[in-house]
């Protein structure tokens, strides 16, 4: 399974941006996605799930700005993020629970899978 992630870039405060992270492979089903965030020097953090049947998680820190939606069919997850400030500055990575076929025609136990990262940089 590969978490493909996009979208990340350079927006100054108050701007908008929307990254998307599409999974691939032999996926039976995804219970939740989501976005977690690291900035330099922090651990990383949620900023938001989403499970498979639509209930969201978002972190405080970006209620009423971020907006997560997910396309069950494509296996993919997007997230809206509005009026940005510097300190969403962060690498941004997605996240997926993904239950996969097992050869003998069942399932095998579900594992998260992390994307690659994607840079989101916040200018004052």
């Known amino acids: 399974v590969q978490l493909q992630a996009s979208g990340g870039g350079l927006v100054q405060a108050g701007g908008s941006l929307r990254l998307s992270c599409a999974a691939s492979?032999?996926?039976?089903?995804?219970?939740?996605m989501g976005w977690y965030r690291q900035a330099a020097g922090r651990q990383r953090e949620l900023v938001v799930i989403?499970?498979?049947?639509?209930?969201?998680n978002y972190a405080d820190s970006v209620k009423a700005r971020f907006t997560i939606s997910r396309d069950s069919a494509r296996n993919t997850v997007y997230l809206q993020m509005n009026s940005l400030k510097p300190e969403d500055t962060a690498i941004y990575y997605c996240?997926?629970?993904?239950?996969?076929?097992?050869?003998?025609?069942?399932?095998?136990?579900?594992?998260?899978?992390w994307g690659q990262g994607t840079q989101v940089t916040v200018s004052s």
């Open positions: 989403i499970g498979s049947g639509g209930t969201t």
């Open positions: 492979g032999t996926i039976a089903r995804i219970n939740t």
């Open positions: 996240n997926a629970d993904v239950i996969r076929y097992s050869g003998g025609g069942g399932f095998l136990p579900s594992t998260h899978y």
